[in-house]
């Protein structure tokens, strides 16, 4: 077995590019997700480690020394992030020139050929769902005998290998919270919608709905929604329970976990069995009784892409979701007492000033608990990064999605609504809904019942006049 480390590199300051997270970015308030996508092949190869280097504000020092012992480096890379993380890989070469090098993460996987040309110390980057590629690999088995691999050869060719089957049973994979027990530490992570500490992990691959900007299913997961046992995921639960007594809440981070309504409902059954506070990713359509249940068993938050408030967008992202619907979910949810962090884009398809007021104005009349506003992002290998190229909407100079501080950029623009302006409604998006006198009040009301909340709110508020400072710098 090869010596192995799994790593998440080095990057700005703040910057959530890890496996597991859906916006490659800088954030408004700090977060960060939990690498799950690198700690499942990590709990497949005995032996290994996984370094996360940016929620653990490591440098480079530690990493190379860490690589002198190693065989075998297996980087998670994205676009706004690679050619940064082709320098750390460059910088691992030199410091133990006979280690191999694999990258894996949507970017290599849609551009594998453009990713190896590009980076001249990687040997490999493996396509598509990766976790028993990066197994074989770490076992010996030669590069032109792995699926799923696109790899380079003592004379320098690129050879691209057959394409590997995607992963059907689910319980086959082990249980990435030994990974998270064994190299990382909890307390790095926080998302400001959830409980502190949390732990995330996923209980399906793949994503039903054909929203044209979602990078996972169009990448690495697909379109199938499959799925693990209800019994399988309650018992990586009790496990979490007793590797780690303090956490507060843990999220289930499936693209849809409500995708499968039967089996949501079972796997919320188990929750309460168990006594624990639990979060999910949903649509905006699940029912009534599905809620109902959901929320007697545990459940405490929902994060939902509404993405819009204008069904025109909508359809053009088919996002498959009617407005009237959303309404009528989110009056469901706030009767049931569940929160909602609600996610919005601007900048998609069709946008206009208009469309973007109608937006505000549909996010202040369902008065989601918190929202995030972000601007629309053509990830390589999306429909709508295609459908960008091909209408001259991209900006070819803000390809790489971030700026030198690695804060998001708008890349997009169309004839009648600029970068500038789409990049200054996210901006307005936040104060238009967060300062006005019902929302203050709330978030006051909140605090004052709970110190903790008061302490996070605070420093949450800080974070976010930081970046705002940051965004009007460059």
């Excluded at 551009?111 to 590629?133: C, H, K, L, Y």
């Excluded at 995607?166 to 998302?191: A, C, G, H, Q, W």
């Excluded at 369902?366 to 001259?392: C, D, M, R």
Aim: net charge neutral.
């Amino acid at each position: 077995m090869m010596r192995t480390l799994f790593l998440q590199p080095p990057s700005f300051d703040g910057f959530d590019g890890g496996a597991g997270s859906r916006y490659q970015a800088k954030r408004e308030i700090k977060s960060f997700w939990f690498p799950t996508w690198l700690a499942q092949p990590a709990a497949l190869v005995p032996g290994s480690r996984l370094i996360d280097a940016p929620p653990a504000k490591m440098g480079m020092d530690p990493i190379l020394e860490d690589v002198k012992n190693r065989d075998l480096v297996v980087m998670h890379t994205s676009t706004p992030s690679f050619a940064s993380d082709v320098r750390v890989a460059q910088m691992i070469k030199d410091a133990n020139p006979k280690i191999m090098i694999g990258m894996v993460g949507a970017k290599v996987a849609v551009q594998p050929d453009e990713s190896m040309r590009q980076g001249g110390p990687i040997d490999f980057v493996a396509r598509n769902e990766f976790d028993f590629t990066i197994k074989e690999i770490a076992e010996g088995k030669p590069l032109a005998e792995v699926d799923g691999i696109t790899w380079r050869n003592a004379d320098g060719e690129i050879i691209a290998n057959k394409e590997r089957a995607m992963i059907e049973d689910m319980d086959s994979l082990p249980f990435v919270t030994e990974v998270y027990k064994r190299d990382l530490n909890i307390n790095d992570y926080f998302i400001g919608y959830l409980k502190h500490p949390y732990i995330s992990i996923y209980t399906g691959r793949g994503c039903k709905s054909r929203c044209t900007f979602c990078l996972w299913p169009q990448t690495v997961g697909g379109h199938r929604y499959r799925t693990r046992s209800p019994e399988h995921v309650a018992a990586e639960i009790r496990l979490a329970k007793q590797y780690f007594p303090d956490v507060q809440e843990f999220m289930f981070d499936d693209d849809t976990f409500t995708d499968d309504l039967p089996r949501a409902e079972a796997i919320a059954r188990e929750m309460g069995k168990l006594g624990v506070t639990w979060s999910c990713n949903a649509k905006a359509n699940v029912p009534y009784d599905t809620l109902k249940i959901m929320k007697e068993n545990g459940l405490r938050l929902l994060l939902v892409g509404y993405e819009s408030g204008n069904q025109q967008i909508l359809h053009n992202i088919k996002k498959g979701m009617r407005v009237e619907v959303a309404k009528e979910f989110t009056k469901n949810c706030h009767k049931l007492g569940i929160k909602i962090h609600g996610t919005f884009i601007v900048g998609l398809p069709g946008e206009t000033k208009e469309t973007i007021q109608e937006t505000i104005a549909f996010a202040k009349e369902i008065n989601p608990h918190t929202l995030q506003v972000s601007l629309a992002a053509p990830y390589p290998g999306t429909a709508l990064h295609k459908q960008a190229t091909e209408n001259g909407w991209l900006n070819v100079d803000a390809a790489e999605l971030i700026d030198e501080n690695g804060v998001q950029i708008a890349p997009l623009h169309y004839p009648h609504l600029s970068h500038t302006e789409i990049f200054e409604s996210v901006e307005e998006f936040y104060r238009k809904f967060y300062f006005r006198g019902s929302k203050i009040a709330s978030i006051l009301n909140e605090m004052i019942r709970s110190p903790q909340m008061m302490k996070r709110r605070l420093r949450e508020g800080v974070e976010f006049f930081q970046f705002l400072k940051d965004r009007h710098a460059a």
